[in-house]
């Protein structure tokens, strides 16, 4: 059966500073894996996702996420923090690749400090 | 703007009522899924639909729930006889057959029971 552990439920970075949102998943199969984000009071956003294509996946708002098989790993980096990017941060994995059903992490709440 | 449409965004109701909440997914979707969603959780699957069949309903759907996507399109969730306990964000995400694309939500329903 599929999981996902995200490892911290809350990053405080100060603006500028690399973002670290670390992510370890469990499955049987070749994983899809995703992370969106949810700023407060609005949905959900799709970042980015892995679907067995290049490892090193590049999102929106620049984040990107390296998927390391042997680590069972898909951790979500940034360069430099903005402030904008203070929300929630969820880690996802398919359920047996077919995105039918998404198995959800408890979220990383990320933020940003001046 | 075509992405996942929810209506209403905000929901009042006295226990006992029964509410509708409806979701408009983006037109070449041909899946559709609900979640609900409570203060510092990630969201829960409740149910999803493949065109108008509905394949899976989560053991979180009770009797009181029920949803309908009659011509493949929009989706219905009804919950009749409200609890205090169905006070949640609802949201609702499409996504095209297959491990691609990932699902993309809609802003959600927030649904307060009194």
């Known amino acids: 059966a599929q999981s996902v552990t995200q490892l911290d439920s809350h990053v405080s970075v100060s603006e500028g500073t690399p973002v670290l949102l670390r992510c370890n998943y469990s499955s049987s199969y070749s994983p899809s894996l995703f992370w969106y984000v949810q700023h407060p009071n609005k949905g959900l956003q799709l970042l980015l996702k892995?679907?067995?294509?290049a490892t090193l996946v590049k999102g929106i708002n620049g984040f990107e996420a390296e998927f390391k098989k042997s680590e069972t790993s898909f951790h979500l980096t940034k360069p430099s923090a903005h402030m904008s990017d203070a929300a929630e941060y969820f880690c996802v994995v398919s359920d047996a690749g077919n995105n039918r059903k998404l198995i959800w992490g408890l979220g990383t709440s990320l933020a940003v400090n001046p | 703007d075509t992405g996942v449409s929810q209506d209403p965004r905000h929901k009042i109701t006295k226990r006992g009522q029964n509410v509708t909440f409806r979701c408009d997914p983006i037109s070449e979707h041909n899946r559709l899924y609900w979640y609900r969603q409570t203060l510092g959780q990630g969201p829960e699957f409740l149910t999803y639909f493949q065109n108008e069949a509905q394949l899976e309903k989560s053991r979180l759907l009770s009797d009181r729930f029920s949803a309908e996507r009659p011509k493949g399109s929009f989706s219905t969730l009804e919950i009749q006889r409200t609890e205090q306990g169905d006070s949640a964000m609802y949201l609702c995400?499409?996504?095209?057959?297959?491990?691609?694309?990932?699902?993309?939500f809609g802003p959600g329903t927030r649904l307060l029971v009194l």
């Open positions: 995400a499409s996504s095209l057959e297959g491990p691609i694309g990932g699902q993309y």
């Open positions: 892995y679907t067995s294509a």
